[in-house]
């Protein structure tokens, strides 16, 4: 059984961390007000506001900075303030006894992908495809909110995960399926093939998004899951968004997926609202849900955090 991490509530103290590619401090600051206005305390790694060009510091300090708030038994939250590039970098210098034994919320998606899936599977400790730093924001949509505190500071189980009103999830092959959540951005799950942290999908549901990629390349990275034996082994596919994408040579994302994902057969909801675009459904990675499509759901079927009671909702 996946190890749930304590839920979140009003007063904890949330770990910010830069694990891939820089921020301004001017956002980073502006975002720590939000936090503090919800009600949170708020711990700033050593290394944040770094910038190292596209990376944000070395790897060992972007690693030290995360051990550090994986140690500090105040932390009951750690925030990332954005994706970009670099987090597998951070791979060979984590702890993972030490993280196995201190579970807490990890919440982020774009590149961060790479730490929510390997942490569930080497560690087994749910993680969230959900906000980042950069995301808390007065006029962040209220579907976000209500989407991230459900999922880590309630025990609300079953939960179904619906888009918001106006944006449809189609149900494109049709079954019933179950196993635990896996997946994120396409690129940076990508990025894991045929290294020491390469992700299991078998027996899996595999949930992909994608962002500021045209069709051709979109399609290159879905070919390479497909050879590596990834969506053979999946049982079902969760597709999200695939945000700000150019149409090449013709083809949109949905001519790829009608072409290349609708033939396998297997079951595969489409539109669902995740990480990069405007909405972002929290997903809870390495937790069990069930794919429907018969009746066009996706459920978790557990509660993704731990706790004797529930709290106000934010």
Request: hydrophobic share 40%.
């Given at each position: ?23 301004g ?16 305390n ?44 670099g987090v ?12 196995q ?16 899936n ?6 087994n ?32 189980s ?11 999830q189609i ?15 396409l ?15 078998k ?66 909801m ?12 929290a ?11 018969i ?11 731990s ?8």
């Amino acid at each position: 059984m996946a190890i749930k991490p304590p839920i979140l509530q009003k007063g904890d103290t949330i770990g910010i961390v830069t694990l891939g590619s820089p921020l301004g401090a001017d956002i980073i600051n502006d975002r720590i007000e939000t936090l503090k206005y919800l009600g949170f305390n708020v711990v700033v790694g050593q290394y944040v506001y770094a910038d190292n060009g596209f990376i944000a510091g070395t790897d060992e300090q972007r690693a030290s900075d995360l051990m550090a708030m994986f140690a500090d038994d105040r932390v009951k939250m750690i925030l990332p303030t954005r994706g970009g590039v670099g987090v597998a970098g951070i791979l060979p210098y984590l702890d993972y006894a030490v993280i196995q034994r201190h579970p807490k919320i990890l919440s982020g998606y774009s590149d961060v992908t790479v730490l929510l899936n390997v942490l569930a599977q080497y560690v087994n400790l749910i993680t969230f495809q959900s906000l980042l730093l950069i995301n808390f924001t007065r006029n962040e949509p209220a579907y976000n909110y209500n989407q991230f505190f459900t999922a880590t500071s309630t025990l609300t189980s079953p939960r179904q995960i619906q888009n918001p009103i106006g944006m449809n999830q189609i149900s494109r092959v049709l079954g019933d399926v179950t196993g635990q959540i896996v997946g994120g951005n396409l690129t940076s799950f990508v990025d894991l093939i045929g290294t020491p942290y390469e992700i299991d999908t078998k027996g899996k549901i595999l949930l992909l998004e994608e962002t500021n990629e045209p069709i051709n390349t979109v399609y290159r990275y879905m070919n390479a899951l497909k050879l590596a034996g990834k969506l053979d082994d999946c049982v079902g596919i969760v597709m999200g968004e695939c945000t700000e994408c150019p149409v090449s040579y013709g083809k949109t994302y949905d001519d790829l997926i009608n072409d290349f994902l609708v033939p396998l057969g297997k079951p595969l909801m489409t539109h669902v609202a995740t990480a990069h675009g405007t909405y972002k459904a929290a997903i809870p990675i390495g937790a069990v849900a069930n794919l429907d499509t018969i009746n066009n759901a996706l459920t978790v079927l557990e509660p993704s955090v731990s706790v004797t009671s529930e709290i106000e909702l934010f």
